[in-house]
Nanobody
Framework: QVQLVESGGGLVQPGGSRRLSCRAYGITFGSSNVGWFRQTPGKEREWVAKLISEGRAAHTTSVQGRFSISRDTSNTMLYLQMKKLSPEDTAVYYC?????????WGRGVQVTVSS
């Protein structure tokens, strides 16, 4: 059974940093279809970052230069390093992987940026 479990969320002050983690069970992050999304109330879930290929990643414009996606060598952990956080980054963050024609999601973790 595939399960993705995020951790690392919480309250962060503006300008601060946070690292989100996602552990995979029953699947690995060895494919290129892995990434992070986020969602705020009343808005659609939006793509934040994804791994394109080994050593290459893509980040949505609003987080470029501030967020960085990575995975560990065992391919069971996916990370999102977030820096220079602003209140606009407040959202529930979801870990994602696509295997074949199926998408898998974690339950999400809340990140709140506020003073």
């Amino acid at each position: 059974q595939v399960q993705l479990v995020e951790s690392g969320g919480g309250l962060v002050q503006p300008g601060g940093s946070r690292r989100l983690s996602c552990r995979a069970y029953g699947i690995t992050f060895g494919s290129s279809n892995v990434g992070w999304f986020r969602q705020t109330p009343g808005k659609e879930r939006e793509w934040v970052a994804k791994l394109i290929s080994e050593g290459r990643a893509a980040h949505t414009t609003s987080v470029q230069g501030r967020f960085s996606i990575s995975r560990d060598t065992s391919n069971t952990m996916l990370y999102l390093q977030m820096k220079k956080l602003s209140p606009e980054d407040t959202a529930v963050y979801y870990c994602w992987i696509r295997a074949g024609d199926r998408d898998y999601w974690g339950r999400g973790v809340q990140v709140t940026v506020s003073s």
